[in-house]
T-cell receptor
Framework: DAKTTQPDSMESTEGETVHLPCSHA???????IYWYRQVPLQGPEYVTH???QNTTNSMAFLAIASDRKSSTLILPHVSLRDAAVYHC????????????FGEGTKLTVSS | DAGVTQTPRHEVAEKGQTIILKCEPV?????LFWYRQTKIQGLELLSY????????DGGAFKDRFKAEMLNSSFSTLKIQPTEPKDSAVYLC????????????FGPGTRLTVL
């Protein structure tokens, strides 16, 4: 799978809208962009995914650049429960099923 | 609906012991994954089943690690014999077939091998 690049950490305050960037300059046409998050002592949690169009669900809004070389996970009105490490990965749904996480972005939320 | 269930949550073993970890996937999910997670190595795939058939294994983990799906709602991971380097969090995940990248994880089993 192609590589993604994310900032090591970001800080926010409760109630803010957080933008988590991800760069994937070598993404191929059949690769989807997936986001997972993980808090300490728990398993990873699926957040959202997209291919080309922006997507939204109850957890987040995923904005995908028109050239697909970058994306941004937008978390509206964050709470303390949103503090986690957020992983942006690329998945080819015809390829291996295994998840490969990088370091991700550690999001800190303060009250 | 219940999520992925893993037992035990914590396990302490002596070097050389055999341990069995258990996983119940989300009801109706066809795909089941076993991962190992450590700070140094990150997330590593141990085994992947689709409809109870082994689709992918972790290669390097074949020697002492054996995962089985006894039925569609239960899986085990046996480590025999355990070594101190096996100390890690073992995660089970399941997915609805056809869209396997959306994996739902259990809370994990934290294994400590002395």
């Amino acid at each position: 799978d192609a590589k993604t690049t994310q900032p090591d950490s970001m800080e926010s305050t409760e109630g803010e809208t957080v933008h988590l960037p991800c760069s994937h300059a070598t993404i191929s046409g059949n690769e989807y962009i997936y986001w997972y998050r993980q808090v300490p002592l728990q398993g990873p949690e699926y957040v959202t995914h997209g291919l080309q169009q922006n997507t939204t669900n109850s957890m987040a809004f995923l904005a995908i650049a028109s050239d697909r070389k970058s994306s941004t996970l937008i978390l509206p009105h964050v709470s303390l429960r949103d503090a986690a490490v957020y992983h942006c990965i690329l998945m080819n749904q015809g390829g291996s099923a295994k998840l490969i996480f990088g370091e991700g972005t550690k999001l800190t939320v303060s009250s | 609906d219940a999520g992925v269930t893993q037992t035990p949550r914590h396990e302490v073993a002596e070097k050389g012991q055999t341990i069995i970890l258990k996983c119940e996937p989300v009801s109706g999910h066809n795909d089941l994954f076993w991962y190992r997670q450590t700070k140094i190595q990150g997330l590593e795939l141990l085994s992947y089943f689709r409809s109870k058939s082994l689709m992918e294994d972790g290669g390097a983990f074949k020697d002492r690690f054996k995962a089985e799906m006894l039925n569609s709602s239960f899986s085990t991971l046996k480590i025999q014999p355990t070594e101190p380097k096996d100390s890690a969090v073992y995660l089970c995940a399941s997915s609805f077939g056809g869209n396997y990248a959306e994996q739902f994880f259990g809370p994990g089993t934290r294994l400590t091998v002395l």
